[in-house]
């Protein structure tokens, strides 16, 4: 499989059945995805669709994030649903990709009913992509709008990896980052993951090239990866990492599952996802990064008990990292950011 094509492995029988069919957000039922990017300016959105409203919760650990709507997802707040997520490129420009979403959830008679008026919830994140080598400025007004509005019609199961969407313009460190995408299945519910990777640490050992999470890596699921060396690994070393600056870092994602989650045990399975993010990129949640993952139920009926919320979770995790690995083997060389496959793998 050459995930820079399309997303899947997980078909009944394979070494990935524990996936979904797709292995990819959208195994989980209820979740559609869809992407554009505005290919001059090297950015782009990504949407996460809820077929039907989904109760959700965001948990943001990174110093440095951009957000819309983050609030009402507090437990305890009035809104429990949201319609859409949001991830896009373009910085705080990004945000109002979120817009787009709304305009066109609205015409299909979406939203969050307040007397004879529907406004629709979209939470939105963005990520840092404004100095992008040979990115070309996009004039007196910013296409994330529109780019919201083509993603949303593009809503289906089936989405790139790598160089897409919101990853377009994203880097992992010094190499090229982009989205990525993963499923599980968990006593009887699936949990699924999508990501767009631009982070300021770096997702490989600086020693080999290997992946931090290589070890939570599903069969066939990334390449094959190189030996840990035998000399003792730097700890201190950070020279695989990007450049710090204020802002211009982030991993952002969701986390979605079918089993039926209320508001508080969303925020629980977010905080969990986080794991999977520490997991993979070192170092994470740092004050340059604006590190966020929202949490989407599409289930109905009584909430799961706790001890289904922590397996769930800890999938959640593992989903994560997973994508962010699966993100930076289909991301392609771009604007004099190398890819991982162009780097390091010998297949």
């Known amino acids: ?39 001059d300016a090297i950015t782009g959105t990504t949407v996460v669709l809820a077929e039907a409203p989904a109760v959700a919760a965001v948990d943001v650990r990174g110093g440095a ?13 009035l809104v429990e649903r949201v319609d859409a997520i949001v991830l896009s490129g373009g ?67 089936e989405f790139a990896l790598g160089n897409a969407g919101a990853g377009l313009g994203a880097k992992a460190g010094k190499l090229k980052g982009g989205i990525g995408s993963t499923s599980l299945m968990v006593g009887g519910a699936t949990v699924g993951a999508i990501v767009a990777v631009n982070c300021a640490g770096s ?18 699921e990334i390449p094959p990866q190189p030996a840990i060396p035998d000399a003792p690994l730097d700890l201190d070393d950070i020279s695989a990492c990007s450049v710090l600056f204020a802002g211009a870092n ?36 740092t004050p340059f990064d604006g590190d966020t993952v929202f949490a989407l139920s599409t289930g109905s009926g009584d909430p799961v008990d706790p001890a289904l919320l922590t397996r769930l979770g800890m999938a959640a995790a593992d989903c994560l990292a997973r994508a962010i690995m699966r993100a930076i083997v289909a991301a392609e060389t771009l604007g004099g950011y190398p890819s991982w496959r162009e780097k390091y793998s010998t297949a």
């Not at 994030?65 to 707040?77: A, F």
């Not at 919830?121 to 070309?136: E, G, M, Q, S």
């Open 1 to 39: 499989m050459d995930p820079r094509v399309k997303p899947g492995g997980g078909d009944k029988g394979s070494e990935m059945s524990r996936t979904g069919p797709r292995n990819v957000i959208t195994d989980v039922r209820g979740i559609l995805v869809g992407q554009a990017e505005d290919q």
């Open 65 to 77: 994030s951009g957000s819309r709507e983050t609030e009402l997802l507090r437990p305890g707040n």
């Open 91 to 157: 910085s705080a420009f990004g945000l109002d990709a979120a817009a787009g979403v709304m305009d066109a959830l609205a015409a299909r008679g979406r939203g969050f009913a307040v007397g004879a008026v529907r406004v629709p919830i979209v939470p939105a994140a963005i990520l840092f992509d404004l100095n992008f080598p040979d990115r070309k400025h996009w004039g007196c007004e910013p296409p994330h709008r529109r780019l919201g509005r083509d993603a949303l019609e593009r809503a289906g199961h």
């Open 203 to 220: 997702v490989l050992r600086q020693d080999c090239g290997r992946f931090w999470a290589a070890e939570f890596a599903l069969p066939g």
């Open 250 to 285: 982030t991993t952002i994602g969701v986390v979605a599952t079918d089993a039926p989650l209320d508001k508080g045990a969303c925020l629980r399975f977010a905080m969990m996802a986080q794991d999977g993010l520490a997991r993979a990129i070192r170092p994470a949640h």
